[in-house]
């Protein structure tokens, strides 16, 4: 038993190492495609087209409607009870509901972009950057579920490419070789990048889905997905909200060449965050399997092992981030500096969240989706109103320190839940089980 148990630990340990590898790829690829539409479109412009992309990404997590967790959820039980038409069934049908809702929400943004721009943000110049973007949203809602469907099936590096790097790797390489100089012609860009990853994402997905290898016929019915995406969706819009209302409230407060700095900062600091994500990408169907195997104690060393894998990779990425924030920031241009105490705020609130462990997972994929609901109401809603009182009385800095202390906020209530509902702490890494 303890050598199966070290086999699967060290199985995990070098599948996280990999992923870590090719997410750093990705993060590093999100990084240079920052500085490069930094560096060609200029600070103001490159602040109207970060804005427009807050508001799709934003919006793009409503039309996904919880469905990203449902689709990794399904698809793992399908693995693990030998039925292919679970997994064709739950991304078919999630496809059809997150495209209706995605292309309804483009509607309306392709048509409004004028009054959104002025009336709510009171930027003329972001109007034609958010008309162009807008189409984006359909592509980046439907690119996310294949990805998240590749995930479940275990196809690890296939689930990052397609989610965090295909669609930078394009972009940087249209920068490079063509002129772009205004906003809106970044954003159409954008929009078409995503859709040409879709349909190249579901083509690869076809090839590798195990068409012939499961012979139960079970389905996943429309009231599974409703009652497992529904409360997810809850969570969806608030997770946009703790990490995006900073922007979107002080793109309405604060100049072009501020919101940059701040975007900048915050592009960052979510590199932190990769390291955490590396890891989930690896544990999260295990915390599936594990948990419908009533192995609990399988699950408590898993994620002891998983918060300690996080701690080893993140600390070093904070201490870089405390004292070179200038530096990293100042890569930019000189006009970004400024932005140097903002990436030590969000830095630690991003350190906080992957030190926390994959809380937001153990919640979701044990069939606690209404705990993990009420744990981003509740942080989702300070992040607004921190946001609303903050930014006003400090302007970018107020945007990061309610981002920072929503993100805190967040992961500490998941602790709590993850403690009550499943009988782990997962601050309680050193243990041994």
Aim: net charge positive; with cysteine.
């Amino acid at each position: 038993m303890k050598t199966l148990k070290k086999l699967m630990i060290n199985e995990i340990f070098f599948q996280s190492l990999l992923a870590f590898v090719v997410r750093g790829f990705a993060a590093v690829s999100g990084f240079i495609l920052t500085y490069l539409l930094a560096i060609n479109l200029g600070a103001e412009q490159a602040g109207y087209f970060f804005l427009a992309f807050a508001i799709i990404t934003f919006l793009s997590a409503i039309g996904r409607v919880g469905l990203d967790q449902t689709v990794l959820r399904q698809t793992a039980i399908g693995i693990v009870g030998n039925s292919t038409t679970v997994i064709f069934s739950v991304l078919k049908k999630s496809l059809l509901i997150s495209g209706l809702l995605s292309t309804l929400l483009w509607f309306f943004v392709f048509f409004l972009s004028d009054y959104i721009a002025v009336e709510l943000f009171g930027k003329l110049g972001l109007a034609s950057p958010l008309r162009s973007i807008s189409f984006g949203l359909i592509g980046l809602s439907l690119l996310t579920l294949v990805a998240m469907s590749l995930q479940g099936l275990n196809r690890i590096l296939n689930s990052v490419f397609v989610l965090s790097l295909a669609v930078n790797t394009l972009f940087i390489l249209f920068l490079l070789l063509f002129d772009f100089s205004t906003a809106a012609a970044a954003a159409f860009l954008y929009s078409i990048l995503t859709v040409v990853v879709f349909f190249g994402a579901l083509f690869f997905w076809i090839i590798v889905a195990p068409v012939k290898k499961y012979k139960n016929k079970e389905v996943v019915s429309w009231t599974i997905i409703f009652n497992s995406c529904l409360p997810l969706s809850v969570v969806m819009i608030m997770s946009q909200l703790i990490h995006w209302s900073g922007q979107l409230i002080a793109g309405a407060w604060i100049d072009p060449m501020e919101f940059s700095q701040l975007v900048v900062a915050q592009r960052i600091a979510m590199l932190a965050s990769f390291v955490l994500i590396a890891v989930n990408l690896v544990v999260a169907p295990r915390f599936v399997k594990l948990h419908s195997q009533g192995d609990m104690d399988g699950l408590k060393e898993l994620v002891a092992y998983s918060v300690r894998l996080m701690l080893f990779f993140s600390i070093p990425i904070l201490i870089i981030m405390i004292f070179f924030s200038k530096q990293l920031v100042g890569l930019f241009g000189p006009e970004y500096t400024g932005g140097a105490k903002f990436l030590q705020i969000l830095a630690i609130g991003q350190f906080i969240n992957t030190a926390s462990g994959s809380v937001g997972y153990l919640l979701t994929l044990t069939g606690n989706e209404k705990s993990m609901r009420n744990t981003m109401l509740i942080a989702g809603f300070f992040a607004v109103a921190a946001s609303l009182i903050l930014v006003p009385l400090y302007g970018a800095t107020g945007g990061a320190i309610a981002t920072a202390l929503a993100v805190v906020l967040e992961n500490l209530i998941a602790v709590w839940f993850v403690r009550r509902r499943l009988g782990i702490n997962t601050l309680a890494f050193w243990r041994r089980y």
